[in-house]
T-cell receptor
Framework: ETGVTQSPTHLIKTRGQQVTLRCSSQSGHNTVSWYQQALGQGPQFIFQYYREEENGRGNFPPRFSGLQFPNYSSELNVNALELDDSALYLCASSFPGRFVEQFFGPGTRLTVL | RKEVEQDPGPFNVPEGATVAFNCTYS??????FFWYRQDCRKEPKLLMSVYSSGNEDGRFTAQLNRASQYISLLIRDSKLSDSATYLCVVNSFSGGYNKLIFGAGTRLAVHP
């Protein structure tokens, strides 16, 4: 087990709605990254948070936003959901200075109808 | 062109077979390379890091050719439990932060 948890495990939403996904990292992991994995594809980097601030972002629109909290938990928020947002959303965290060793959570599977 | 490209698969092999996966990456400045394994509907898990000198972990051997920007994974004596998707991953440092760039994955199915 990686010690990284995510909630909920599955979620069904309709187009136009908003969703919040949650991730709880291991104690001491000050960096968290979020990825989107569409069916049949590899995970795509959404953004990264370090010490509660976004410090890197992939090619995703502003309706994808996030938060990181002092207790090593984080959130991914998606507004105005589109059908193509249906995917597995993964968070991954790492210890300070050891980014390349990322620990993935089990993911949240989001279905947008 | 995708930053990380892999053999499309799927690879269907009998138990005991040797199978090789290939991967190419586009950013010559990349420094760290990995193979991850992902079981159906599960999260990716690190299988092994890949070094220029090549590295081996039991039945698994990974190779890196920086000049050709090519990464490989060899699995010997395939087991049923090796059935999974294998993701080639490159660490990219750009804009002051690191991120992992994943290939689309190659699916392996080992049959009796």
């Amino acid at each position: 087990e990686t010690g990284v948890t995510q909630s909920p495990t599955h979620l069904i939403k309709t187009r136009g709605q908003q969703v919040t996904l949650r991730c709880s990292s291991q104690s001491g992991h000050n960096t968290v990254s979020w990825y989107q994995q569409a069916l049949g594809q590899g995970p795509q980097f959404i953004f990264q948070y370090y010490r509660e601030e976004e410090n890197g972002r992939g090619n995703f629109p502003p309706r994808f936003s996030g938060l990181q909290f002092p207790n090593y938990s984080s959130e991914l928020n998606v507004n105005a959901l589109e059908l193509d947002d249906s995917a597995l959303y993964l968070c991954a965290s790492s210890f300070p200075g050891r980014f390349v060793e990322q620990f993935f959570g089990p993911g949240t599977r989001l279905t947008v109808l | 062109r995708k930053e990380v490209e892999q053999d499309p698969g799927p690879f269907n092999v009998p138990e005991g077979a040797t199978v090789a996966f290939n991967c190419t990456y586009s950013n010559s400045a990349s420094q760290s390379f990995f193979w991850y394994r992902q079981d159906c509907r599960k999260e990716p898990k690190l299988l092994m890091s890949v070094y220029s000198s090549g590295n081996e972990d039991g039945r698994f051997t990974a190779q890196l050719n920086r000049a050709s920007q090519y990464i490989s994974l060899l699995i010997r004596d395939s087991k049923l439990s090796d059935s999974a998707t294998y993701l080639c991953v490159v660490n990219s440092f750009s804009g002051g932060y690191n991120k992992l760039i994943f290939g689309a994955g190659t699916r392996l199915a080992v049959h009796p």
